[in-house]
């Protein structure tokens, strides 16, 4: 698939309320700071997710977050005298005057730069941009400001109508934070809010976030020994531990299980390619920086890692000639890709530097399309649904804009039949105009996870363009060369990305058939290690055919000379979702006592097999 | 596992008489060659894998294999002439004077290189390494010469006693040749033969040549179509199609199961890492060249990609402190390492830059060597019994060179141990000193293909090295540090490599078990469609068990409306091992035409899935 969205929810719509309220609230913080500490400097104060923030700059002053109770102190008085919000719009010489009267350096520089870009349109000055990053409209010789009370700040909006109207909040964090993202500039201190319409839904996000932190991947991974990172391998770049490799191994078969039914082949191609393929593809231009260039030291050719498979199995279609009859030709790989991400926004493994991608690509004709993407959207509704995950869908449209390749015609048609097949199919969609890939409509799938958090993670893309980049076709029944379409697909999206979201969903407590360690044997005393050995017999033969089918059960015997209640605390760190504890109780029934999240019950030796086999799926 | 050869065998040992005959048979085609050029000028001419070969220069003759018969002639009277080689030593001046005087200004750079190696040492020019290059016995201030009849050349011997004894050659091709390997010096043809003490020997040698021209993978990987190349990603990078991936998949599986059942878990480690981790390990001075190298545009992180895969699992066991209880710790991974190999080297399958390893790591305590490798052994052994090749076993042991790291106590112990070990398990195995890793001792596998060739396929290799570097410890009962010993080992070694040997072994015509389409149903007519449809229900229920669990069976039907001999003749191309030929009699009789290499037959609709699975293993 191609280039795609690491994450789901972005910075809310400009139009929406929720937006001006929380800019309202990083002019009331920035108020409330000016009160507190008369002589801050301030920078700029934008909305970000779930809420805003402002860069500060308080000389010899450390702000912490013990100073956030007094801050929101003075927000609140600053909320309570329900200041109007009001613009004016300055020219731009007196806006200057303006900032350099109030001791504002940082919006001095700014504006400076804003009369620079109004006058001489120069490459590193681009007024939009630094209309962006300032937060004012800018003009070619007037700049915009809003006032509260006694504050005003260099703007252009929107706000509320008054500060007595921006719902609920509460300081988060501060982070240092260098004065337009430059290392060379002042390091100034980002103080961060978050903000909701209502005192609940502020709640019941503070709530998420403690449980977020409750279910960090990153602690999981390392309380159940499922990954780690190495300091001489590098930062992004996990190596997966015997249990995570199961999960990792497990999810990816089933995801190709889902497929292969559907008619995939699984194909292998390799990690590197000369840089040839993408100058062919287009993506040389568009991946850029993210890529990793390999230098041979015994030829001169030039190679990169790659950061996507298409091209690679475009490559496989292209080895041979094809005729109308063989479409659909379907390739999948599981497959590790490299992008080189900024290590600051490598995390756990939801950002890493090698992102395995369960991936496939789907080779038709035009007349195929509604099928093979029914059959790839129902193959996505099985597995979340078999993972227990909320799935909604989004179809990614065009705008009118010329950002997209390919024949409007056929981008109209495609995405009717990408519409018509959400509603026969009842799916839970909504449509998004100018989400599109440039080379085609899509439909990207967001789940829902335990705490209420959506993420992306799979995507089906049609594809017009690489097709015609790369000269496919194949012959037709009337002999003459026609184009295929491409459809890309990802049910997992990357592996990493995935069992990051799916840690966090499930805190770790993996279903039955995915469990590393499916069961373990608590023998009570070495006086019932002979019947042990019987229990471990018939866990040996028991193989579990759902949703995976042949997944040989996994289970350990824990025989240690130790107290049961040790026993049991250990395993329930290691969250295995089935405990058989065995005493000579047990021998002489013929049972084993089952623990499970559900309870605890005896069982018969000879129902264990199959009580087992019933459990998953 | 470590660094290893790629190829089994080598030049033979300077003591042996096959190699003075051939390096005889140089001398004679020389003689041959001064005596239908006169002008030649010649290079060096030394013995290699089966025979010989010289480089020669004759300003404005292109000799070709044209000219063969004319050489082979003139060889064949000196033959008959039974001249003695007779061995004479010249001062260096003398020497030069000689080589000036008979017209051969190769032989006059390599005697004046000579003489400066044998009075200034300098670091590009070695008198060991001149030597050899020029095939003399240099001393401080003389050089070797051979002559027989009036033919004398610069030469350290050995020879056979008399141009009569030197069994029976050919001369098999010419080839462009760089004199000294330099792409900037004068180009010369390189005259090789081959040469075997027998005419029986040579002949065999010859036809096996044929039958392996006959079952070249790279031919058999295009017409079954397994693999392909593309410009586009580049030289020694394969990408392989569904059916190829098939076989990969397959092999890859199998060799991990019988590694499972001995207590090796998976684990997955990145195809990158920072530098730092060679530099740890050693590998970065020993690999040098043969390491990708690649750059990060986002940091300053200095990243190569892996050529094997020992330090990365040496992170995963360091990621926890481990306990004397706890070993032996099996990982086993199938993951693709990249070695920059030299693109004149590349070929095939056989040697690639992209090379997947059925790669293992054992971590373990001195008194669990025997065990352990015993274990790995008899893995290998049911390996190759099951995939039809016959496997012998090199012990290969350190000499008293000081090339080698770690205790010499444990060194000596360490081999005994293998040597006992190889006994009792009544291997066809045989020692050779010098061969050992320079980390510890190591048992090769030789694989013997259907037409008598020798492939080094795997190997177990003992490293007392890296456990040191990496500081590698366990914690033993009286509470000490310990230090475990590793044990490497890969079963197929790599599975580009194995393929390229196993698709000459089967001339494509894989087992049951392996075959990407193992069934094809030969639908007669349409009349029977439906009947068909009744087989295809049987053969999609059948599953073999042997010698990979839970192998699902691939079949295709062929149903279109062609002669029967066309479909019979297009699967036999595709050298499927099971025909069902179904026709209006099969289906009024209730059976299927089963056409296999061992005949055809009929069998009973009913039991049609049980006797594939009994094909199998």
Chains 1, 2 share one sequence.
Not at 72 to 78: A, D, I, R, S, T
Not at 309 to 334: A, G, K, T, V, W
Not at 387 to 412: P, V
């Amino acid at each position: 698939m191609g280039k795609y969205k690491q994450r789901a929810s972005a910075v809310n719509d400009k139009q929406d309320n929720l937006y001006a309220m929380r800019h309202s609230l990083a002019h009331i913080m920035a108020t409330a700071v000016m009160k507190l500490w008369p002589e801050a400097k301030l920078g700029v104060g934008p909305v970000v997710e779930n809420g805003f923030y402002y860069d500060i700059d308080v000389e010899g002053v450390n702000i912490s977050d013990e100073d956030f109770p007094k801050i929101e102190q003075e927000m609140k008085v600053v909320i309570k005298a329900d200041q109007t919000f009001e613009r004016t719009d300055k020219a731009i010489d007196e806006a200057i005057e303006w900032a350099k009267g109030a001791k504002q350096p940082y919006k001095v520089e700014l504006l400076n730069d804003l009369k620079r870009a109004g006058t001489t349109l120069t490459k590193d000055l681009d007024p939009a941009e630094l209309g962006t990053i300032a937060g004012a409209d800018v003009k070619k010789d007037s700049a915009s400001f809003y006032t509260n009370g006694d504050f005003t700040d260099l703007c252009r909006g929107p706000h509320v109508e008054s500060t007595g109207k921006v719902g609920a909040f509460k300081l988060m964090r501060v982070a240092g934070a260098y004065w337009r993202g430059k290392e060379d500039n002042p390091q100034m201190q980002r103080l961060y809010g978050v903000a909701f319409e209502t005192q609940e839904e502020l709640d019941k996000y503070l709530k998420m976030l403690e449980e977020a932190k409750a279910r960090d991947h990153r602690r999981l991974g390392k309380e159940l020994d499922l990954f780690t990172f190495s300091e001489m391998v590098g930062s992004g770049l996990p190596l997966f531990t015997p249990r995570g490799t199961i999960l990792r191994e497990l999810l990816g078969h089933y995801s190709q299980s889902l497929r292969e039914k559907r008619g995939f082949e699984q194909v292998w191609t390799p990690h590197m390619t000369k840089n040839d393929l993408y100058k062919k593809s287009g993506h040389w231009d568009k991946f850029g920086e993210e890529l990793f260039l390999v230098q041979s030291q015994e030829t001169s050719d030039e190679l990169v890692l790659k950061p996507m498979n298409c091209p690679h199995h475009i490559q496989i279609f292209n080895s041979q000639p094809r005729s109308y009859r063989d479409l659909p030709i379907r390739y999948m790989e599981n497959t590790t890709d490299y992008r080189d991400e900024k290590s600051g926004e490598l995390h756990g493994l939801s950002r890493v530097r090698s992102l395995t991608q369960d991936d496939s690509h789907v080779f038709c004709r035009v007349d195929q399309i509604e099928d093979e993407v029914t059959s790839l959207v129902q193959a996505a509704d099985e597995m979340y649904k078999e993972l227990d995950m909320e799935l909604k869908f989004r179809l990614s449209f065009r705008d009118d804009s010329d950002a997209y390749l390919g024949d409007k015609k056929l981008w109209t048609e495609a995405q009717a039949k990408l519409e018509k097949l959400a509603k026969d199919n009842k799916l839970d969609y909504y449509t998004e105009d100018g989400e599109a890939a440039f080379y085609g409509p899509k439909i990207d799938f967001i789940a829902v996870d335990a705490i209420g958090r959506e993420w992306q993670v799979a995507t089906v893309q049609l594809d017009f363009v690489q097709p015609e980049r790369f000269e496919l076709s194949y012959t037709d029944s009337d002999g003459s060369f026609v184009q295929p379409i491409m459809i890309h697909c990802a049910l997992l999206g990357t592996i990493e990305r995935f069992l990051s979201v799916y840690i966090e969903h499930t805190a770790g407590r993996f279903p039955l058939w995915l469990a590393p360690e499916q069961v373990r044997v608590l023998q009570i005393n070495d006086q019932v290690a002979e019947y042990v050995m019987k229990v471990k017999q018939i866990l040996s033969g028991v193989v579990l055919m759902k949703p995976l089918k042949y997944n040989e059960l996994r289970y350990e015997v824990d025989e240690r000379n130790e107290s049961l209640g040790k026993k049991i605390r250990e395993a329930e760190v290691m969250k295995i979702p089935v405990l058989l504890i065995v005493g000579p109780q047990d021998q002489s029934a013929g049972t084993v006592s089952v623990r499970t999240q559900d309870g605890e019950s005896k069982i018969k030796l000879d129902e264990l097999g199959g009580w087992l086999e019933k459990q998953s799926g």
